[in-house]
C-alpha cells in the first residue's frame, strides 16, 4: 500500500523536531453540492528548521510518538498569485 502525501502551511514550529502543518482540502457538500474548504492539522516530524507559513510536503510513516505520524519531506515552491 503506497504511503499518502499530503501538501499544507505550517502553521506552529515551537516544538524540537517537530511542526505542525495544515492541509486545505476542497470537498463537495453531497446534498447542498456545494463546494467546502475542510482543514486538518497534523503533526510531522522534521531534523530541518521551517518557517511559519513555508509549503512543505509530508509523507505519512510508522507512528513516531502519540501524535506524529508524518514525516517532512520537503519545502515546495509556493505559487504567486
Known sequence: MPKR?????????????????EVIRTVKHEIYKKI????????????KSYEIGTSVS???????????KWVVMEATKEESK
Open 36 to 47: 467546502i474548504k475542510k482543514n486538518k492539522k497534523f503533526h510531522a516530524h522534521t531534523n
Open 5 to 21: 502525501i499530503l501538501n499544507g502551511k505550517i502553521v506552529s514550529n515551537k516544538n524540537k523536531n517537530t511542526v505542525v502543518v
Open 58 to 68: 509530508i509523507q505519512e510513516s510508522k507512528p513516531i510518538s502519540k501524535l506524529k
